[in-house]
């Protein structure tokens, strides 16, 4: 990143590459990674992860803050997409796509501080909602906490099996891509 001086009103200007700034960024990272699963080696986003990218970027080889992380299920009830609340940064990414650009509005956020959440209203599970499997709440995540169901076992089942004709179509959302 570059450094960064732009003049804001008469007399202040703001500077966004400082030691005190690229210090503050780097304890926020790290209290993102204390509250993360460590399973980046098996996530589906790995290598592909904006977390792991930043932590990259900013010299993170350990995780200095350690206590209570909030807990949460993999929601699985969707036929599209699994939804892993522990993996969420709770960047918001997905809920503006789902109402701004797609405008279904099934993922919202709700409470404040540590019970904060990104997910369907009233704790609903995803599959229990207005959700259309477009997956474009999935293509925004940076981290996995939305990330498309892969079939890919079962298309190679289908595949191998002799009596059966087998037509396939890549998803979620190949229907309106293709539309």
């Not at 990330?147 to 959302?173: G, H, R």
Request: hydrophobic share 35%.
């Amino acid at each position: 990143p570059t450094a960064c001086t732009f003049p804001v009103a008469e007399g202040l200007v703001v500077e966004t590459h400082t030691a005190n700034v690229r210090e503050a960024r780097k304890i926020v990272v790290e209290l993102m990674l204390a509250n993360h699963p460590a399973d980046c080696l098996t996530c589906s986003r790995s290598g592909n992860c904006e977390l792991q990218k930043l932590c990259q970027e900013m010299g993170i080889r350990q995780i200095p803050f350690h206590g209570a992380k909030r807990e949460a299920e993999p929601d699985n009830t969707n036929p599209s997409i699994i939804r892993n609340p522990e993996k969420c940064v709770l960047c918001q990414r997905c809920v503006r796509v789902c109402h701004e650009i797609q405008s279904v509005g099934c993922i919202f956020t709700s409470n404040r501080g540590w019970d904060a959440a990104v997910g369907p209203a009233f704790g609903l599970e995803l599959g229990k909602t207005a959700c259309v499997y477009c997956g474009q709440c999935a293509r925004v995540c940076p981290t996995g906490a939305l990330t498309p169901k892969s079939d890919v076992s079962s298309v190679w089942n289908a595949l191998s099996n002799k009596n059966k004709t087998v037509i396939v179509a890549i998803a979620p959302a190949v229907r309106a891509a293709i539309g």
